[in-house]
């Protein structure tokens, strides 16, 4: 196991601030280009660092990644934030392995963020693996020819006479002669770096370090309670900050009883502040401070129990006239009338529904969703001089440092972000408010503030996953093949032409493709909620819709549920055009080549998964059942099924899930993937049974974990996972194992009880035994 | 108000108001920051400590009702043999995920095994269901406890 650096404290890094790292004195580039999986094209740079003394011991740098210490520690820079995907322990993975490091010697640390240094540092779209892991192996490979060329030049030898075949040294082949990574620091960092698009990379067969498992870099420091994550943070002279918005959105404040709230103890200040928003309704992620009410306190809890005291009038605005209730009856009459555009037509579906042996219809609704990181929003920052510098839990740190600059009228340049870990994220980390207020009031106060949301603010106001409506029909030939497939989606914007945000649906969504008639067209409700990415976005409520009428037509049809997925992905299909951005949509972005979706990778999975789960061959008693699903999102193949005992109540208990998972050639650390499919496939269970945000007159009605519930431990089922190693571009595995969750557990209900789940979360009153 | 509390087997001086909950005078008066903040009302366990060996929710704990218990937190809770063995048992097995719900795991699993040295799956169920994780790493942390408690970690509460 990997050591994290022991103990470096916050405050210990906060007074490093800038001026704590090597400048820039060289570029080297990389263009990397794998071809298997097709066309990955990276560009991708490294900027070399001059060596920096810290602490006891010269740090000698070989490249942005690797420093090494005289003592043999190795230090590898994790570039991406840490949100609980497991990010800081398997790219430094991927770099050890390349440099054959003793992983024992490894310590891994969060990079600063640098984009000429390490190109982009995000985290999101489950694309931190898929974008680095054949740069990031070139890196380490750069890394270790240096330290090869050092050991030759020392023993007056060529290169191609060493080896490092034992972790952490460069070996005389004939002689067993050998010399440490750490001796040879010094050395090695005067090395010219060699071009990383000629360097050799390992054949995977003989990788020591990608594909153990191997525990997380931070637990020791985690269960030791060491300070860590971004609520973890304090400065000299720092203040406690809460801020309180309008209950509904885009509301603001009039007038508010601040003497009052001033002269509370331990409270030092209170005082309106004034929004910086686009016009018009709020987009979510657009959203970078809104207006409210900022109260200063010597401690949190003194600023944040003032809440208790405050009167604040508030301008409510046009939102305060939305409601879950009329969004529903509203998306009913939409559904009867012909949707506001076509996304997609095939054939001729009113042709083939009309001539169709069988037609089924059904209906599916999904709620509004909130992200709720156990760890609320915050940020930390220090405003002086012109600069500013945030100290934050974020999945997107340069965007937050794009709105401080913005809205401070400050160079980027100085803005400085640290990126600490962050207590989950799951989309919600994207967004950058937070950071922005943590700015803005440090700038107003003039001492370095904290910001913190109460758990009722947090789940307030967040930008949410949007709710939507899908109105489908679907048509069968009398050998039950489908011939005729239509989605009606009903789903929200935000100014009356785009979608809100979230709310799209791509044109490829399957089955389109797979079916030769075919229709999607959608209708959209004016939404003054803000909405953004969650886990798996769009994929995370599209899968339960989907997936569940594919089960329902499936039933109509006669036929085995995984056996009609099968064949259905068998299908002779279109091919794309354009070619398809994690089989959602058309590609976006420009930073990679997505590669086609490949329907045998599905049926790979499901196969599997139909073996491994018992599929077919359980004898199960009554109210008790399977269902399966399949959803391909992030550029994963995830089959689960699961299996449900509906208690005569309507109580759901899930008995146990299987997954079988293809996400490429390689499983970096088998440990962090296990976790990920396990807590994607808890996470979608959770949301299926507890989890909905409803809208009252413009404000969220719900509070707290009482009444927005998550799952706990006495419902969590064992979950077995099962990887299918296919030879593709090796992938990542943050999001692809929610979509198929809530569809596989109400397919499950379905067959346990005859009743279709038509609307999320599931209503056990609707499963009560007749 | 002066409080004395005995955190850690160490006798810790504060001054704040007595309806402070306990964790925010470890978090932002003594410096303790592995006690997290989550929901604040009882709801997540994020804040789990020990008085007197009991699990208790510190966010909801007022300062004045503290009194002269020990206060065990999960930067002291290694001091226990149980609790060196529950932390060894999560790094081994590789719990965390974002890792921000563990320490209160670590806290009320420690609890568990102190007063239950081998619980069934019910036991762990009924000691662990006020703890959430949002990142729902509750497989391994039952495997976890098990492991601590010298069990076979299997899952055995088959389908
Ligand atoms: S913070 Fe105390 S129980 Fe949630
Ligand atoms: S590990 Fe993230 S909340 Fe439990």
């Known amino acids: ?59 000698y740098t070989l490249n942005a990644y690797i ?131 000629m360097v050799k990379v390992k054949d995977p067969k003989d990788f020591r370090i990608i594909g153990k498992p191997l525990s997380g870099v931070d637990n020791p420091l985690i269960v030791t309670g060491q300070p860590l994550f971004g609520i973890d943070m304090s400065l000299p002279g720092m203040k406690y900050a809460v801020f309180e918005k309008c209950p509904v959105f885009g509301g603001r404040p009039v007038s508010a ?24 309704l709020p987009d979510g992620m657009a959203i970078t401070l809104q207006d409210g009410v900022a109260i200063i306190g010597d401690s949190w809890w003194a600023a944040n129990a003032a809440l208790d005291k405050l009167i604040v009038e508030w301008d409510e605005g046009p939102v305060a006239s939305q409601s879950t209730e009329s969004f529903d009856r509203m998306a009913t009459a939409l559904s009867s009338g012909l949707p506001g555009k076509i996304l997609r037509r095939d054939g001729n579906v009113d042709q083939a529904l009309a001539s169709a ?6 209906e599916y609704a999904y709620p509004l969703v909130a992200h709720t990181p156990l760890e609320p929003m915050n940020a930390t920052a220090r405003y002086a001089d012109g600069a500013v510098e945030v100290w934050a839990p974020t999945q997107n740190p340069a965007a937050g440092q794009g709105a401080i600059a913005k809205l401070l009228g400050l160079a980027p340049s100085n803005v400085t972000v640290h990126m600490l870990r962050a207590g989950g994220g799951f989309g919600r980390r994207l967004g950058t408010e937070y950071m922005v207020e943590a700015a803005v009031l440090s700038k107003m106060t003039g001492v370095p503030i904290k910001v913190l949301r109460n ?73 003054g909620v803000p909405t953004g990415p969650m886990r798996a976005p769009q994929s995370n409520a599209l899968g339960y819709a989907f997936q569940s009428f594919l089960d329902e037509v499936a039933l109509a049809a006669g036929k085995d549920p995984i056996q009609f997925r099968i064949d259905l992905l068998r299908t002779a299909h279109l091919v794309p055009n354009p070619p398809p951005f994690g089989g959602r949509g058309p590609r976006r972005g420009g930073f990679m080549m997505m590669p086609e979706f490949d329907p045998k990778r599905g049926v790979g999975v499901l196969e599997l998964v139909r073996e491994k789960s018992g599929w077919g061959r359980r004898t199960l008693p009554p109210r008790t059942g399977m269902g399966a699903a399949f959803y391909y999102s992030h550029l994963g193949y995830i089959a689960e099924v699961m299996q449900v005992t509906v208690a005569p109540e309507g109580t759901v208990k899930v008995d146990k899930v299987w997954i079988a998972a293809d996400v490429g050639r390689q499983i970096v650390n088998p440990s962090g993937a296990l976790n990920q499919l396990q807590g994607g496939a808890l996470d979608g269970i959770s949301q299926a049974l507890g989890q909905a945000i409803t809208i009252d007159r413009g404000r969220v009605v719900k509070t707290n974990f009482d009444d927005y519930t998550l799952l706990r431990m006495n419902q969590a089922p064992p979950v077995e996972v099962y990887f299918n190693i296919t030879d593709n571009m090796v992938t990542g595995l943050g999001e692809p194992a929610v979509p198929p969750a809530p569809p596989a557990l109400c397919n499950a209900i379905a067959a346990a009880t005859g009743k279709r789940v038509r609307r999320l979360p599931i209503d056990p009153a609707t499963l009560v035994a007749t | 108000m002066s409080y004395t509390l005995n955190v850690n087997g160490k006798a810790q001086t504060v001054d704040v108001d007595g309806s402070t909950p306990l964790l925010w005078v470890l ?31 510190s966010c909801i704990t007022p300062i004045s009702l503290v009194g002269a218990a020990a206060v065990t937190t999960i930067e002291g809770v290694g001091a226990s043999p149980v609790g060196e063995k529950v932390r060894a048992a999560w790094v081994e097995l590789d719990v965390p995920q974002c890792g921000y719900c563990q320490a209160g795991q670590i806290m009320a699993a420690t609890a568990l095994l102190t007063a239950n040295p081998r619980p069934t799956d019910g036991d762990i169920d009924d000691a662990m269901s006020g703890n959430l994780c949002r990142c729902y790493t509750y497989t391994r942390i039952r495997a976890a406890i098990k492991q601590a408690a010298g069990l076979p970690t299997a899952d055995t509460r088959e389908a």
Not at chain 1, 3 to 27: D, I, N, Q, Y
Not at chain 1, 357 to 362: H, L, M, P, Q, T
Not at chain 2, 28 to 40: A, E, I, Q, T
């Open chain 1, 67 to 197: 420093q090494i210490d005289p003592d043999d520690t190795v230090t590898i820079m994790s570039k991406c934030p840490e949100i609980g995907q497991g990010i800081k322990t398997s790219l430094p993975m991927v770099i050890a392995e390349e440099l054959d490091a003793d992983w024992g010697k490894v310590v891994a640390e969060q990079a600063p963020l640098d984009g000429r240094a390490y190109g982009a540092q995000f985290a999101g779209g489950s694309f931190s693996t898929p974008m680095n892991y054949e740069p990031l192996r070139r890196v380490g490979a750069s890394a270790r020819a240096m330290l090869v060329a050092a050991a030759a030049q020392a023993w007056g030898i060529g290169p191609e006479h060493c080896d490092t075949q034992i972790p952490g040294y460069v070996r005389h082949t004939g002689t067993g002669r050998k010399l440490s990574y750490g001796a040879l620091s010094a050395r090695a960092s005067r090395m010219k770096p060699p071009d990383m698009r």
């Open chain 1, 357 to 362: 042996a069988k037609v089924i219809e059904g």
């Open chain 1, 257 to 280: 009883n601040l003497e009052e709230i001033k002269a509370l103890p331990g409270v030092r200040d209170a005082f309106l502040v004034p929004g910086a928003r686009p016009t018009g």
């Open chain 2, 27 to 57: 978090r932002d008066v003594l410096d303790l920051k592995g006690s997290k903040f989550g929901c604040g009302m009882g709801l997540c366990g994020a804040c789990t400590v020990h008085l007197n060996g009991m699990p208790t929710r």
């Open chain 1, 455 to 527: 758990r009722k603010q947090d789940i307030q106001h967040e930008f949410y996953r949007p709710a939507g409506y899908h109105y489908f029909k679907a048509g069968l030939d009398g050998s039950g093949t489908l011939t005729a497939f239509r989605d009606h989606f009903v789903t929200f914007t935000s100014d009356g032409e785009k979608y809100s945000n979230s709310a799209d649906m791509a044109p490829d969504e399957f089955p389109a493709r797979f079916v030769p008639n075919l229709e999607y067209g959608v209708s959209m409700m004016l939404l």
């Open chain 1, 1 to 59: 196991m990997a050591r994290a650096r022991a103990v470096e404290t916050l405050e210990r890094r906060a007074g490093a601030g800038r001026a704590g790292r090597g400048s820039v004195t060289r570029r080297a580039f990389l263009v990397a280009s794998a071809a298997a999986g097709g066309g990955l094209l990276i560009d991708f740079s490294v900027p070399v660092f001059a060596a920096t003394a810290r602490g006891a011991h010269r740090r």
